[in-house]
DNA sequence: GCGACAG
DNA sequence: ATCTTGTCGC
């Protein structure tokens, strides 16, 4: 069988991910953003194909002006914790196809909000030495109170005393998100620019795109 | 040992 | 993540 440089024991991956964890970076260190970027990974036959989308949009117009799609052989499992070796080398796959390099990236997933502090937003922005943030549907670690259910209102999340991100009411009535900061860029900030990219719905415009173009439909 | 657990 | 249609509510 070939070997991969992703093919990691759960115990190397952790380790590498302590590691990692110190070079993230929390505090914003970007200019201008002209384009963002969604990324989501999807599955099929099984879980033997893995489907890496990535969607650049304009901004602040977040019209669509490009879009990558790669598929190959999935080889690592899901555990949690360790998703980024299950679907990073998909998304580097589909990232070097861009023409257009986007300023900020939006990773379906968790970024500091992680066991180790890296979680796949931190470990890719930390990669491609990009500002990324981390957009999760679910809670992976931390506490947290209630969410007003008010568009745009948000309370921290909490993990081992440490806050590491913040959970999102992105829109009213509907289940909020949980955003962190994955590298260059503040829990703060992390908040203003998922909220700056998305409009009516509970997903930032980015990784509804990311999404759409990740799955099989049409 | 038991429960939790991104996608 | 994925298997899947209609349906209830703002």
Not at 53 to 67: G, M, T
Not at 69 to 94: D, H, N, W
Not at 144 to 170: F, I, N, Q, T
Request: a positive charge; hydrophobic letters at 40%.
């Amino acid at each position: 069988m070939n070997t991969h440089a992703w093919d990691l024991s759960p115990q190397d991956a952790i380790a590498l991910q302590k590691q990692w964890a110190d070079r993230v970076v929390l505090c914003d260190e970007f200019d201008e953003v002209r384009f963002v970027a969604g990324v989501d990974v999807g599955f099929e036959e099984n879980n033997k194909v893995t489907r890496a989308a990535i969607a650049v949009l304009s901004f602040p117009s977040l019209q669509l002006v490009e879009s990558a799609l790669v598929k190959q052989p999935t080889r690592y499992p899901y555990i949690p914790g360790l998703l980024s070796f299950r679907e990073m080398p998909a998304i580097l796959a589909a990232y070097s196809t861009l023409r257009t390099i986007p300023d900020l990236l939006l990773c379906d997933g968790q970024g500091v909000a992680h066991p180790r502090r890296l979680g796949i937003a931190s470990h890719l922005g930390v990669w491609l030495d990009k500002p990324a943030i981390g957009v999760g549907k679910s809670r992976l670690v931390g506490q947290y109170g209630p969410v007003p259910d008010v568009r745009g209102s948000w309370v921290a999340l909490v993990d081992k005393g440490e806050e590491v991100g913040a959970v999102l009411r992105s829109r009213q009535n509907v289940k909020p998100i949980f955003i962190s900061p994955g590298h260059k860029i503040s829990i703060d900030s992390a908040i203003k620019w998922t909220m700056a990219c998305t409009t009516r719905f509970k997903l930032p415009e980015t990784t509804r795109h990311a999404h759409h173009i990740a799955s099989n439909l049409k």
